[in-house]
DNA sequence: CACAGGTCTCTTTTT
DNA sequence: GAGACCTGTG
């Protein structure tokens, strides 16, 4: 197998001593290279439950798992292959209790950690007007990601009345889990960091037996992930990290570049091995990427070059608003099927925002286009899902009370607001849990009444337990609940489409929980819920079926396709608003970082499009072409970009017109037509308001501009705006809150 | 306590 | 345009 690869990657396998930076360009075999290693090491007599292979994602974990089993045969089940995340619950599961937890703690994901920090605001008396759930969570997740714990983040905070409330809330938060024995996605890292740190005992019992470590996408490790690495590597440092740092997209959680950038610090004597041979990409596509990519400053220096045919131009198509945009890719889809250039799992269509998917979507079912989403919002964390899901938790051991406290009322049994809040504080009193405390309903003087309501429940859950314990199947456990519950027959009563997609959804589950019984020696409750808990939707990319793949560009990292589209390249969605607005170089590098991702998924053609209109969060956005477009060298491009002149000198384009029509814009040049509609109160309205047409205003995001247009529109007016910096926009008044300058 | 209807806000990106 | 939140009614 070694003679597949080329010196470079042969001298990435062969140096197993010592620290290791493989600098890997995207498609230069990096996983071939990582797969080979491992075989390389057990052909050199390493046990091979001294090697630990580590990844971002579940999906890299088992491709990787299935390379290393096809490379290696006998024993390559000992390797330990897992993501970050799952390395950790596997450590935490068996030592968690030396930390003071459980080790059968439950997992909190993103809704769990809001609906937890809700209740601590609640608690707390916190102004959820002033201060927002999203706040907090980024806050402490930020904080985690650097390993900063409640006391310490209190103690740089002092003075900061806005610091001060979140250090509040931190501290609050972190010990509610550890009351509902329970950790966020960013605990299970910084948990077991605290755990090796603090046991001697388990620290070197890993270190002594991962003697062998490798870890793929390093450059999006945060300063928790790197400090377990060094901690994991602290005996034999025989650390082999890849990476690239081109190709580092997620700084907003907590990736901390540096880690690659400065690996040679870290690990003085540290070896460096660049893969620059791209084996994926046509020539023509890879030099796109480049002539993006130089544009970053900081990078390590490296150039990408291939053997590959030359190969088609990347495409531009310029459209007038995002459904033009769908239609085209759709039906450039069609004819690539019809000509047998491509099959649909050929292509994929990446975008910067999830919400982009609509327009796709909508156009690929009116178009009998097989498609599939992923990402948006993750199967586990589907409504219909989550209930099921409490349910078996809370039969499992009811030590979660937000997952008691989800379906106590789900379907309705009467039990409302109040009656919770009654109960909590009867739990929180006796130092119980919500669910014992359910249990004790008749004890709690203020519940009344309803404590005949809640007895039913906790009947009905017992009685699901001792059907369990005597040897009752997962998925005979499941049926019975969405049977006894009468889930699906109410669903199946609303008949709604909605409805009926939840019903699949609810099948699928069913199918899942059969599976893991299938496949594992010896199927438990918990066990299938430990393993529900840490899968992303990315991970159920299922490689045999023939649909076009929808996807962020940040899901696509790591995936190839034959044929991609990258659509919505405009200002202002990509890069994102966000980006350009924070005049923050930095921002704009790691958008364009993101673009070099998404040229360099591409294999033999690549599409890149934008619209000049576009309907964001129901505000109809003008915006010119992105700038990373432009950055492509020409000469690797057919199609034009239509638009040298900035936004504000060109005129709206027929079907901007007839946009604006429908919307029942006018324009300017029109003052009868908006007489006759608006019986004159448009002047009114001018009058109302504190500007009128022609003046300049200023708005609080976009700065400085001239009102082009009021028009009266439900409720309130709706005034277009020029703007000097963003362009044309067109926004209620009550909500834009203009004022005069 | 449940539900309907209205209002307000808003996200890039995710393990 | 969707989802969270608030309010009023039965």
Redesign the pocket.
């Known amino acids: 197998m070694y003679e597949e690869l080329n010196d470079m990657q042969l001298e990435a396998v062969k140096h197993t001593q010592g620290p290791l930076l493989i600098l890997a360009g995207a498609g230069s075999g990096k996983t071939k290279v990582l797969t080979s290693r491992i075989a390389f090491l057990i052909e050199n007599n390493v046990a091979p439950y001294r090697i630990l292979a580590i990844t ?2 579940n999906k890299a974990a088992g491709e990787m798992r299935e390379r290393v089993d096809k490379a290696v045969g006998y024993g390559a089940e000992a390797i330990w292959v897992a ?3 799952s390395t950790c619950v596997r450590i935490l599961r068996r030592y968690a209790d030396r930390i003071g937890y459980e080790n059968n703690f439950t997992i909190y994901d ?1 809704d769990d950690q809001k609906s937890l920090i ?1 209740s601590i605001l609640k608690k707390l008396e916190i102004d ?2 002033r201060f ?3 706040t907090f969570m980024s806050v402490i997740s930020g904080a985690k990601d650097c390993l900063i714990n409640p006391t310490q983040y209190a103690m740089s905070a002092t003075g900061d009345y806005v610091k001060e409330t979140y250090a509040r809330v931190y501290r609050e938060y972190q010990s509610a889990l550890k009351k509902n024995n329970a950790m966020d ?2 605990d299970l890292i910084v948990q077991t960091v605290e755990l090796l740190k603090k046991d001697e005992q388990v620290r070197e019992q890993y270190q002594e037996r991962f003697e062998y470590i490798m870890v793929d996408e390093y450059q999006d490790t945060n300063t928790a992930q790197f400090e377990l690495i060094r901690l994991f590597a602290g005996k034999y440092e025989n650390l082999c990290v890849v990476g690239d740092d081109d190709q580092s997209i997620y700084k ?2 907590g990736a901390n570049i540096k880690n690659i950038l400065n690996f040679e610090q870290h690990y003085p004597g540290a070896h460096v091995i660049r893969l620059e041979q791209n084996y994926r990409s046509t020539q023509n596509i890879l030099n796109a990427a480049n002539s993006v990519i130089k544009n970053n400053y900081g990078r390590k220096d490296k150039t990408l070059w291939t053997d590959n045919p030359v190969g088609n131009k990347v495409v531009f198509k310029q459209f007038e608003n995002g459904d033009e945009e769908a239609y085209f890719v759709a039906h450039d889809i069609a004819r690539n099927i019809k000509e047998g250039t491509f099959s649909y799992a050929d292509c994929a269509i990446l975008y ?4 982009q998917s609509r327009l796709f979507e909508e156009r690929f079912v009116s178009e009998n286009i097989p498609y599939k989403i992923i ?1 948006g919002v ?1 199967f586990y964390a589907r409504k219909e899902i989550k209930d099921l899901l409490s349910y078996l938790k809370t039969v499992d051991n009811a030590r979660d009370d937000l997952a008691v406290q989800r379906i106590i ?1 789900v379907p ?8 919770i809040s009654r109960v909590s504080a009867y739990a929180d009193e006796h130092g119980i849990g919500f669910y014992d405390a359910l249990k004790q309903a008749r004890e709690i003087s203020t519940l009344g009444r ?1 404590a005949s309501k809640i007895e039913p429940f906790v009947q009905f859950i017992q009685v699901m337990r001792t059907k369990l314990l005597s040897g009752l199947s997962l998925t005979e456990l499941l049926e019975e609940i969405i049977d006894q519950t009468g889930y699906v027959r109410d669903l199946e009563a609303e008949g709604t489409d909605e409805a009926l997609a939840r019903i699949e959804n609810i099948d699928e589950l069913m199918n899942k929980i059969t599976s893991y019984e299938e496949e594992v020696d010896e199927p438990t409750l918990s066990g299938f819920l430990e393993e529900v808990a ?1 899968i ?3 991970d159920n990319l299922e490689e045999d079926s023939d649909y076009v793949v929808l ?2 560009l ?2 696509a990292k790591g995936l190839e396709f034959p044929n991609v589209y990258l659509a919505g390249l405009e200002d202002g969605l990509f890069p ?4 350009i607005s924070s005049g923050d170089d930095s ?1 704009i590098e790691e958008e364009r970082r993101l673009m070099y991702v998404g040229i360099t998924r591409a294999m033999k053609q690549l599409t890149i499009s934008a619209a000049r209109m576009r ?1 964001i ?2 505000e109809l956005n003008f915006a010119r072409v992105s700038r990373f477009v432009r950055e492509i060298d020409p000469a690797l491009l057919t199609g034009t970009i239509n638009e040298t002149k900035p936004i504000r000198e060109q005129s709206p384009s027929r079907a901007a017109k007839n946009t604006f029509k429908q919307n029942s814009y006018l324009t300017k040049s029109s003052p009868a037509k908006r007489e006759s509609k608006d019986f004159g109160k448009a002047s009114l309205a001018d009058g109302q308001l504190e500007y009128a047409v022609g003046d300049r205003v200023r708005h609080m995001k976009f700065g400085e501009g001239q009102v082009q247009e009021i028009v009266r529109g439900g ?1 309130d007016f709706e005034v277009t705006v020029l703007f000097d910096s963003y362009g044309v926009k067109k926004m209620f008044a009550t ?1 834009a809150k203009l004022k005069k300058i």
């Open positions: 971002f994602t993501t970050f995340h993103g809700k959820t007007k927002k759930e999203r996605f960013d907003f959680r910067r925002t999830n919400a990402g993750n009322n309705k049994r009467g039990i409302g607001a109040t009656s309803a840490l992303a939707d990315i996807m962020t940040h899901s994102s608003y966000m980006s921002e309907m969060r129901g409720r909500f």
